[in-house]
């Protein structure tokens, strides 16, 4: 399933482990792809993003957190 047509609850989230792409964390926080590539770039993501080579992956307790959960 397309993390864009998940509907993303507290438990699914916690369900990826303990980091996700930027594709999926921009999904998450209502972001599209384009812009979420766009926010890590510029180090302007909404939470922390970790640069793994030419991939970025953030950790899921910083959405969770951000979230509120």
């Not at 989230?13 to 972001?31: F, H, N, P, S, W």
């Not at 979420?36 to 957190?65: M, N």
């Amino acid at each position: 399933m397309s993390a864009e047509r998940t509907t993303w609850t507290a438990e699914a989230v916690r369900q990826l482990g303990l980091t996700t792409d930027i594709e999926t964390a921009g999904a998450i926080l209502g972001i599209g792809r384009s812009k979420a590539y766009a926010l890590a770039k510029s180090g302007k993501f909404p939470v922390r993003v970790i640069r793994v080579g030419h991939s970025y992956i953030v950790p899921i307790p910083a959405i969770l957190e951000l979230l509120g959960v």
